[in-house]
């Protein structure tokens, strides 16, 4: 057993762009782990990183705690367990959580987020990336929140990042026609090409206010929106009656120094009759078995693309969660730590 656990810390709060210098690299005693009430010791293999991250490092209520300052960074990931006197998770057996910025762990069957066996077989990455958070993110907020028909005309704000993809992929499964936005050709032509959308905007180089009139002539009813910002506000303009907008996220704030204005025609949620709501995948977790059977099922179909962008070494992590925030990650951002025994 080593005698050192690397870890970072949470050595700062940002108040703008988040950046390696907020954390610090530290070496930590081993934690330990207390076998006969079933915790198990892991060794963490791979890390997710998620937009959210950035809003757990800010002091206010939310439906996690805030990180707190000398705290690891908390990160969902793959681990493998070393110790364990528990039946259902043995030595060797691959598992999915919260294992957060640091070697290893400590795993509590009991804590509100428990750590999960992966199916036999099971990519580590594939994991987190198609079977993760981030597609069930996508399969709930989709489905239960934005309720798409066939026929409906559905735009995806973030289309390229991973939870953004696998949205607008389910909503062409339903039958839908959708458009995607994007930054950038290269993401757009990948909509296109491998996602098989119907439509993209580039909005890095396109008119997204145009685009939209000349893509939705009949409006759009369902927004599935990660960006928030003046991107809602847009795409507001152009919802149809008793359309539905899921708000999932807005990464075009997350970073902002001092809080921007929110949309100036929130009034059309009244005269267009819309719905606007929010959710958090937590909500949804008792119900995890039936989006990971449906996503397998396209998966295995052929029927949905998806990318991950795999960093590696304990010392990018910070710089890793960074890449979420300047674009230039390309799909499911990921940190490859270590191989299984």
């Given at each position: 057993?080593?005698?050192?656990?690397?870890q970072?810390?949470?050595?700062?709060?940002?108040?703008?762009?988040?950046?390696?210098?907020?954390?610090e690299?530290?070496?930590?005693p081993?934690?330990?782990?207390?076998?006969?009430?079933?915790?198990?010791?892991?060794?963490?293999?791979?890390?997710?990183?998620?937009?959210?991250?950035?809003?757990w490092?800010?002091?206010?209520?939310?439906?996690?705690?805030?990180?707190?300052?000398?705290?690891?960074?908390?990160?969902?990931?793959?681990?493998?367990?070393?110790?364990?006197?528990?039946?259902?998770?043995?030595?060797?057996?691959?598992?999915?959580?919260?294992?957060?910025?640091?070697?290893?762990g400590?795993?509590?069957?009991?804590?509100?987020?428990?750590?999960?066996?992966?199916?036999?077989?099971?990519?580590?990455?594939?994991?987190?990336?198609?079977?993760?958070?981030?597609?069930?993110?996508?399969?709930?907020?989709?489905?239960?929140?934005?309720?798409?028909?066939?026929?409906?005309?559905?735009?995806?704000?973030?289309?390229?990042?991973?939870?953004?993809?696998?949205?607008?992929?389910?909503?062409?499964?339903?039958?839908?026609?959708?458009?995607?936005?994007?930054?950038?050709?290269?993401?757009?032509?990948?909509?296109?090409?491998?996602?098989?959308?119907?439509?993209?905007?580039?909005?890095?180089?396109?008119?997204?206010?145009?685009?939209?009139?000349?893509?939705?002539?009949?409006?759009?009813?369902?927004?599935?929106?990660?960006?928030?910002?003046?991107?809602?506000?847009?795409?507001?303009?152009?919802?149809a009656?008793?359309?539905?907008?899921?708000?999932?996220?807005?990464?075009?704030?997350?970073?902002?120094?001092?809080?921007?204005?929110?949309?100036?025609?929130?009034?059309?949620?009244t005269?267009?009759?819309?719905?606007?709501?929010?959710?958090?995948?937590?909500?949804?977790?008792?119900?995890?078995?039936?989006?990971?059977?449906?996503?397998?099922?396209?998966?295995?179909?052929?029927?949905?693309?998806?990318?991950?962008?795999?960093?590696?070494?304990?010392?990018?992590?910070?710089?890793?969660?960074?890449?979420l925030?300047?674009?230039?990650?390309?799909?499911?951002?990921?940190?490859?730590?270590?191989?299984?025994?």
């Amino acid at each position: 057993m080593p005698t050192g656990n690397k870890q970072w810390l949470l050595k700062e709060r940002p108040s703008a762009m988040v950046g390696p210098e907020h954390f610090e690299l530290v070496e930590s005693p081993m934690p330990q782990a207390d076998l006969a009430a079933g915790q198990v010791m892991f060794k963490t293999l791979m890390l997710g990183f998620d937009p959210a991250m950035r809003g757990w490092l800010m002091d206010v209520p939310s439906y996690l705690p805030p990180v707190a300052i000398g705290e690891p960074m908390r990160a969902s990931g793959v681990a493998q367990v070393i110790e364990s006197q528990n039946p259902d998770l043995p030595v060797g057996t691959l598992v999915q959580g919260l294992t957060n910025w640091q070697e290893y762990g400590v795993g509590d069957p009991n804590g509100e987020i428990p750590l999960a066996a992966l199916p036999d077989g099971t990519p580590p990455s594939l994991a987190l990336s198609m079977f993760g958070t981030t597609s069930l993110t996508a399969y709930f907020g989709l489905l239960d929140v934005g309720l798409p028909r066939a026929g409906d005309t559905v735009v995806v704000s973030g289309a390229a990042g991973a939870t953004g993809s696998v949205a607008a992929q389910i909503a062409r499964l339903k039958g839908c026609k959708v458009i995607g936005i994007a930054g950038g050709p290269e993401k757009c032509a990948w909509l296109m090409d491998s996602c098989k959308l119907d439509g993209v905007i580039d909005y890095k180089h396109e008119d997204i206010d145009q685009r939209l009139q000349a893509l939705c002539p009949d409006g759009v009813n369902v927004f599935f929106d990660n960006v928030g910002g003046q991107m809602l506000e847009t795409v507001l303009n152009h919802m149809a009656e008793f359309g539905r907008i899921v708000l999932c996220g807005a990464i075009a704030s997350y970073n902002d120094e001092v809080p921007r204005p929110g949309p100036s025609n929130l009034m059309l949620l009244t005269t267009r009759r819309l719905r606007m709501e929010g959710f958090i995948v937590i909500d949804y977790l008792d119900r995890a078995e039936e989006a990971v059977t449906a996503l397998t099922e396209w998966v295995m179909a052929g029927d949905i693309a998806w990318r991950e962008d795999i960093q590696s070494g304990f010392e990018n992590i910070p710089a890793t969660l960074q890449r979420l925030f300047d674009g230039s990650n390309q799909g499911k951002q990921l940190l490859h730590l270590a191989d299984p025994a």
